[in-house]
Nanobody, 116 residues
Framework: QVQLVESGGGLVQAGGSLRLSCVAS????????LGWYRQGPGKQRELVAT???????NYADSVKGRFTISRDVSKNTVYLQMNSLNPEDTAVYYC??????????WGQGTLITVSS
């Protein structure tokens, strides 16, 4: 089992920036993908960005050029740097782990509110 703990959410004005962090602990597979998903008010949960253990990244079209996902392998931590935030980015952001031979894990979620 892998546990995920997120931090860094909060309230920000439109145009501002925030950085999310997620620390993974437990039985972490050497082959894994860490990512961020979000669920806005009245919306389904959607992919934001992922990064594999080899460093390959993937982004939703809506965040390309504004958000950057990165990871510190030594700290089992994944980051999401979010710039040029707009009210449509308001959501609960969830950290996600997929590992080879491991069950998928989710963090508890962290709320980001972008005011106009």
């Amino acid at each position: 089992q892998v546990q995920l703990v997120e931090s860094g959410g909060g309230l920000v004005q439109a145009g501002g920036s925030l950085r999310l962090s997620c620390v993974a602990s437990g039985r972490i597979s050497s082959i894994n993908t860490l990512g961020w998903y979000r669920q806005g008010p009245g919306k389904q949960r959607e992919l934001v960005a992922t990064i594999t253990s080899s460093g390959r990244t993937n982004y939703a079209d809506s965040v390309k050029g504004r958000f950057t996902i990165s990871r510190d392998v030594s700290k089992n931590t994944v980051y999401l740097q979010m710039n040029s935030l707009n009210p449509e980015d308001t959501a609960v952001y969830y950290c996600n782990y997929w590992g080879f031979g491991s069950p998928v894990a989710w963090g508890q979620g962290t709320l980001i509110t972008v005011s106009s």
